[in-house]
């Protein structure tokens, strides 16, 4: 069965990179374009493998986001991305869901070396 990645930012081109390079890994994708349209994916479906999410979203941001799916017991991998990587990295210490923070701009290579070992040590 195929890993589920959720892919959260407002920027459509990170979403379509991402999006890109992960489907070409054999992953399936969700989008979403802020953390309310996300947190509903999330409750209305199968909770992803990963979750991608940008810090700072419209409407709800990533930070938010986290703290929703923690307190309803969801325990689902998730990357934060940030232009404002200290701030995210300190959320990371207090979720244990949060695997890691990419800095914006960050290399695909490196995203996507990361993602897939995130995943695989999902199973």
């Not at 703290?67 to 232009?83: F, N, P, Q, W």
Request: cysteine-free; hydrophobic content about 40%; aromatic content about 4%.
């Amino acid at each position: 069965m195929k890993k589920k990645v959720m892919i959260v930012d407002d920027q459509p081109g990170i979403r379509l990179l991402l999006e890109e390079v992960l489907k070409n890994e054999g992953y399936e994708i969700i989008t979403a374009e802020n953390g309310k349209q996300a947190l509903d994916k999330v409750l209305t479906t199968e909770p992803p493998d990963l979750i991608i999410i940008d810090y700072k979203l419209p409407i709800m941001d990533g930070s938010t986001v986290i703290k929703e799916l923690d307190a309803r017991g969801i325990k689902t991998s998730v990357i934060i991305m940030s232009g404002l990587a200290e701030e995210a990295i300190r959320e990371k210490d207090h979720f244990d869901m949060v695997k890691d923070v990419f800095a914006k701009p960050f290399n695909i290579e490196d995203a996507r070396e990361t993602i897939k070992k995130i995943v695989e040590a999902s199973d």
